[in-house]
T-cell receptor, first 116, second 113 residues
Framework: AQSVTQLGSHVSVSEGALVLLRCNYSSSVPPYLFWYVQYPNQGLQLLLKYTSAATLVKGINGFEAEFKKSETSFHLTKPSAHMSDAAEYFC??????????????FGKGTKLSVKP | DVKVTQSSRYLVKRTGEKVFLECVQDMDHENMFWYRQDPGLGLRLIYFSYDVKMKEKGDIPEGYSVSREKKERFSLILESASTNQTSMYLCASVFGEGVAGYTFGSGTRLTVV
């Protein structure tokens, strides 16, 4: 069965600093991987996704993530944090099948704080 | 853009009340999901549906039921609300096997008093 682990429930960075949010997955077959962002009292918004094309995936708001099969990782990065990046971020994995095996499995989330 | 609309942003209900949370999507998606979100626990799947009148239990279905009479609408029902069902509820939908990623509604923050 697949699973997702997000290291660090809270991450704090200074404005302008590098953002690195970690995600490791477990999957028996090549997975589909996603990062979502959630602003306070809102639903989740898709940031980017990996679906077996390029291993470096660019998303919205300057974020990108790199799929590393050997490390079973899909870490999210942004070169320079902005105050508006403060939110909670969720990593998710899917096998991409139909039926319940295709359901997304979410990590527990990482709350990003950005200090001025 | 696909829209997933949840009928209420905030709800306050009394213990024992029957509560309906409504979710409507406008892009003919077959698959719809209900999650609850609690601090430190992430998103937990309550129920999902792959077609009209079809439903399957997720990880935490106890105390909940669902209804999908039309393809665009997926309702979550709390038969007798309890205080431990105070939570944020999120609806999502997706087309096919979901490789495009789910689209989420804005959420309903339910408080049971």
């Amino acid at each position: 069965a697949q699973s997702v682990t997000q290291l660090g429930s809270h991450v704090s960075v200074s404005e302008g600093a590098l953002v690195l949010l970690r995600c490791n997955y477990s999957s028996s077959v090549p997975p589909y991987l996603f990062w979502y962002v959630q602003y306070p009292n809102q639903g989740l918004q898709l940031l980017l996704k990996y679906t077996s094309a390029a291993t470096l995936v660019k998303g919205i708001n300057g974020f990108e993530a790199e799929f590393k099969k050997s490390e079973t990782s899909f870490h999210l990065t942004k070169p320079s944090a902005h105050m508006s990046d403060a939110a909670e971020y969720f990593c998710a994995v899917s096998l991409g099948y139909g039926g319940s095996q295709g359901n997304l499995i979410f990590g527990k989330g990482t709350k990003l704080s950005v200090k001025p | 853009d696909v829209k997933v609309t949840q009928s209420s942003r905030y709800l306050v209900k009394r213990t024992g009340e029957k509560v309906f949370l409504e979710c409507v999507q406008d892009m003919d998606h077959e698959n719809m999901f209900w999650y609850r979100q609690d601090p430190g626990l992430g998103l937990r799947l309550i129920y999902f549906s792959y077609d009209v009148k079809m439903k399957e239990k997720g990880d935490i279905p106890e105390g909940y039921s669902v209804s999908r009479e039309k393809k665009e609408r997926f309702s979550l029902i709390l038969e007798s609300a309890s205080t431990n069902q105070t939570s944020m509820y999120l609806c999502a939908s997706v087309f096919g096997e979901g490789v495009a990623g789910y689209t989420f509604g804005s959420g309903t923050r339910l408080t049971v008093v």
